[in-house]
């Protein structure tokens, strides 16, 4: 059969689907299941496939990545971007942002902005630049006061009324007391 021109119906069945005054669905569409194009603009696919490159409600989708501005996910390269930051080197202060995901052989984690404040591990290290703490290649630096009412520093045991040296014992060793006497 060969047919020219136009052909409109109002139902009907061609090529396995099913066409009706509100959609045309796959023959084994039932509820949510198989391919549905409905009058009203939805398309709905129980088992779609989406290749090359596409563009879904304004997100880049290929057969790797999903973006949309500043944010990535990517299989390719197995990382994971929000913001500015694009790699694991941390050097640019003007990057904000949060990066996640493989980094030659380790998996990494970035959140804040380069080189000023921010929390990096490495796949083996932490790593924490604030205002009031850094802590690097496992160096820790505080500016500010540091309280404890007990703890432990430096062979010095503190307690909540005393400092005193781990060996203290009796009349040996150093003891700070709260009182101000010293032994």
């Known amino acids: ?4 021109g136009t052909v409109s119906s109002s139902v009907g069945n061609i090529g ?3 066409i009706d005054s509100s959609e045309i669905k796959s023959n084994n569409a039932s509820g949510e299941t198989g391919l549905r194009l409905k009058a009203g603009g939805q398309i709905t696919g129980s088992n779609v ?3 090359g490159t596409s563009e879904i409600a304004g997100w880049n989708v290929s057969d790797s990545s999903l973006s949309k501005g500043s944010v990535t996910i990517a299989s390719s390269t197995q990382l994971i971007r ?4 694009t790699d694991f080197t941390n050097d640019d202060n ?7 995901g493989l980094d030659g052989s380790d998996y990494e984690f970035f959140v804040g902005q380069e080189d000023t404040n921010y ?3 490495d796949g083996s290290e932490l790593d924490i630049k604030t205002g009031g703490l850094t802590l690097l290649d496992g160096n820790l630096t505080i500016s500010g006061t540091i309280s404890s009412s007990v703890g432990n520093i430096g062979g010095f045991t503190i307690s909540s009324d005393e ?5 203290a014992s009796g009349d040996t060793g150093l003891i700070l007391k709260a009182d101000g006497s010293i032994t």
Do not use: Q
């Open 49 to 51: 496939l989406i290749g």
């Open 82 to 85: 929000l913001g500015g930051v």
């Open 94 to 100: 003007s990057k904000k942002g949060i990066l996640m």
């Open 119 to 121: 929390i990096h591990f």
């Open 16 to 18: 396995g689907f099913t």
């Open 163 to 167: 400092i005193k040296s781990n060996n």
């Open 1 to 4: 059969l060969i047919i020219s």
